[in-house]
């Protein structure tokens, strides 16, 4: 595959890139099936096939392109469809289309661009420099070790799949286990300032309580009544955070090919929800503290 020399469109490059590297596909990637897709242009489903078709399309004002769903969105900020600008190799506009997005692919660093139009976008660009090797899962390591070592001179680098996707997955991981570490911090200083509202709480209603002991509730019965309050509230926030949560990253469930964590998701409430009692539990006993004639008198 021919390759256009530009810039990084990966989450590797920490700039916005303005001249992405572009790689030529011929016409007979349509007929290989080693690539899905997330989204294509129109109201119809497409197969794979058809799919890299659009890249062949005559278009006068534009040139249709595909590139990976997530440097799309989160690097680009290029919507199906949407239009950006490059240079061409003598340094005139073009404007190039988005019409697909493959779904976790290889390609997060590069756009890709019909051989046809990439021809007439850099003409002087004779060769191939990117070259896919086909082979089983087994092989690919020795696979690549092997073409470094006999094709050194010639500055050759090759690199398995599973590497590329690594390095990719390495940087959104990174970001994960930052906020991972950030929601463990802000739930410890939840819980505390749970269990500072709770004994407050409590403590400004020590004549309310206090009068409830003097018409015959045990402290018992007074610390059931101020958990299943607290409770209830800690469940209503809960259900409330989670319906939230849930139109939030609606558009992203509906729109790309991913799936929700059910189990880590109800693990991280349940501990909400455990750590929330727990705190409820600790400041109980000032409900039933405290010397009833001087509650009410405070009250």
Request: some cysteine.
């Amino acid at each position: 595959l021919k390759s256009s020399v530009g810039q990084d469109v990966s989450c590797l490059n920490l700039t916005r890139p303005t001249q992405p590297t572009i790689l030529s596909i011929p016409e007979s990637f349509a007929s290989r099936q080693a690539f899905t897709f997330a989204r294509t242009v129109g109201e119809t489903e497409l197969t794979s096939e058809q799919a890299w078709r659009l890249l062949e399309e005559p278009d006068e004002r534009d040139i249709p392109i595909i590139a990976d769903d997530d440097t799309a969105n989160y690097v680009l900020k290029l919507p199906l469809g949407g239009r950006t600008q490059i240079l061409d190799q003598h340094g005139r506009p073009r404007t190039l289309k988005l019409v697909a997005t493959l779904h976790a692919s290889m390609f997060q660093s590069v756009l890709l661009m019909g051989e046809r139009n990439f021809v007439r976008l850099f003409p002087d660009q004779a060769g191939a420099n990117v070259l896919l090797v086909d082979c089983p899962p087994e092989d690919a390591a020795p696979l690549s070790r092997q073409l470094e070592a006999n094709l050194d001179d010639y500055g050759v680098r090759a690199e398995t799949t599973a590497s590329r996707l690594a390095r990719y997955h390495e940087v959104a991981n990174t970001y994960l286990s930052t906020f991972q570490v950030l929601g463990a911090l802000g739930l410890m200083l939840g819980t505390l300032g749970l269990g500072v509202a709770l004994a407050r709480g409590i403590f400004e209603r020590r004549g309310e309580l206090a009068l409830l002991g003097a018409i015959g509730f045990t402290a018992q019965r007074r610390r059931a009544l101020v958990l299943s309050e607290n409770a209830a509230l800690l469940l209503l926030g809960l259900g409330i955070g989670a319906a939230g949560a849930l139109v939030a990253i609606a558009p992203t469930l509906l729109t790309h090919a991913r799936e929700l964590n059910l189990s880590a998701t109800a693990a991280m409430l349940g501990a909400v929800l455990i750590t929330g009692i727990l705190a409820m539990v600790a400041a109980l006993p000032l409900a039933g503290r405290g010397a009833l004639a001087a509650n009410l008198r405070a009250e």
